[in-house]
Every structure is written in C-alpha cells, then in structure tokens.
C-alpha cells in the first residue's frame, strides 16, 4: 500500500511538472556581516505556498551539483534554497582549501549551526514556501550541517543527510533534536567509519530521537556524486544503486513529514 501511495504522489508531481518551468534566482542573505549567496528554485505553476527544502553543499562549497538537485526537488514541487555556508566570495578550487574551509566550520559547530539556521530563515521568508513544512538536506559536509542543525533544536518537518559527517563534540545535544531524521550512509565510507557510526547511533538511541539510518553495501563516501570517479579503493566513489535508492528514501520520507 505504501509502494501505491508513494507511485501515485509520484505520477501526480510529474503530471503537474510537465508544463511547469523551472526558476532559478539569487536569493542572497547574510549571517555576521558576511554576504552569502543562496539560490531559489521552484517551478512556475502558481503562488500557493508549498514545502521548503533547504540544500547544504559538499566541501567544495555550493556548486552545479547542488543546484541540480534543487531542480529535482522543484520538479517534485517543492521549494528548494541553495545555502551558501561559506560566503560568496569563497569558492574553494581544490580539496586542501576545501579542507581549510569546511574545517574552519567543523571545529565551531556553534558557528555552523547559525550559518545554517540562517540559510532556514531565508528558506522560511519566501512567500512561496509553507513555513511549518520545511526540511534539510545536505550532502558530506551538508550532511553533517544538517545534523547540527538539528542538534541545535531547528524548527523543521526532518532532516536528510546524504552521506554525511556524523561526529559531534556534544553528543548529549541530540536532546534538542524535534524533528525527524533520515541518514543515508555508504557501509564501506572510510570517512566514516563503523566507530563514528555507532557512536551516532548510541547519540539518538540515548536521546530518543525519531530516526531511520540506511546503509548501502559496497558503497563508500560521495555515494550520490558522479564526479567522485568510480573506484570505491578510492574512498570516494558514485555509485549509480545508492544513489537512486537514497533519493527514493528521501522521497518517501517527504511523503510522509510534509503530509
């Protein structure tokens, strides 16, 4: 029944997609003086209010990538903001600057948590979106952004995490988690191994918080990103299975929180 339910949700998006055009426009906002350079996306097919998402990017910061799935997430109805977490005029060109960058915000998580509570906000302020239906996800270093944004108490319908940094410094923070959370994760991602895994999992289960985790055999870190190369001896590898059944979760899991 719910295989039925979700197909049809599914064929009814599409149908109504079909003449819709996609918009893609600036959406700039700030947080501490520093400009940041979100994008909106949504379809034209009218002004009723309809679900946010919020997209947090990888470490190489917010890129075509992003943007493509906020086109997916418009074509399926949704609202979609592209958050900028490290300001406009940081664009990292090569993973030793991506390090630096999403290094600065991995050791303040406080300061990761309002950069992207403020990316929320802008998300939130769109008279397109239905401010009490909205959700995050994010992808690696987004993963984990989303996760602390959660930690930080965020006002949200759920959150996604693809592939995602799991760790935290204040795991006894998951108690301020009120939403529920879907995490996808590669069973073979060395960034993210077994111990972080299970120390993720004790985190929710002690703080009781509503969550499903889905691990994907034989995939490893950058599971959804073709440009990750195919080789998982790598580390990093797309692998095309994870990715479509990661995003079929995701699609389930906004079904039932945006009901």
Not at 16 to 37: C, R
Not at 47 to 61: A, I, N, S
Not at 211 to 235: I, L, M, W
């Amino acid at each position: 029944m719910k295989t039925m339910i979700l197909a049809l949700i599914l064929t009814t998006l599409a149908a109504t997609s079909a003449w819709a055009k996609i918009v893609v426009e600036p959406a700039p906002y700030s947080h501490a003086g520093t400009t940041l350079a979100g994008r909106l996306v949504y379809d034209d097919t009218g002004k009723d209010k309809r679900p946010g998402v919020l997209v947090v990017h990888q470490w190489m910061g917010p890129t075509d990538y992003e943007l493509g799935r906020a086109k997916q997430l418009a074509e399926l109805g949704y609202v979609a903001l592209v958050a900028d977490i490290y300001g406009q005029d940081l664009r990292p060109k090569n993973p030793a600057e991506a390090g630096a960058a999403a290094g600065k915000f991995r050791a303040d998580r406080a300061l990761l948590r309002a950069v992207t509570a403020a990316g929320l906000a802008r998300l939130k302020a769109s008279p397109l979106v239905d401010a009490r239906r909205v959700a995050a996800i994010g992808y690696c270093f987004g993963g984990g952004a989303v996760l602390e944004l959660a930690r930080g108490g965020a006002d949200l319908a759920g959150v996604v995490s693809f592939h995602g940094n799991l760790d935290t410094p204040n795991p006894a923070d998951a108690k301020q988690i009120k939403t529920r959370l879907l995490v996808l994760q590669g069973a073979d991602d060395p960034v993210v191994p077994p111990a972080q895994v299970a120390l993720f999992k004790k985190e929710m289960d002690d703080a009781k918080v509503d969550y499903r985790f889905v691990s994907y055999p034989g995939a490893v870190h950058a599971f959804t990103q073709k440009e990750a190369g195919s080789d998982p001896a790598k580390g990093v590898a797309y692998n095309a299975a994870a990715d479509a059944d990661s995003w079929r979760e995701m699609v389930a899991f906004f079904a039932t929180i945006f009901r």
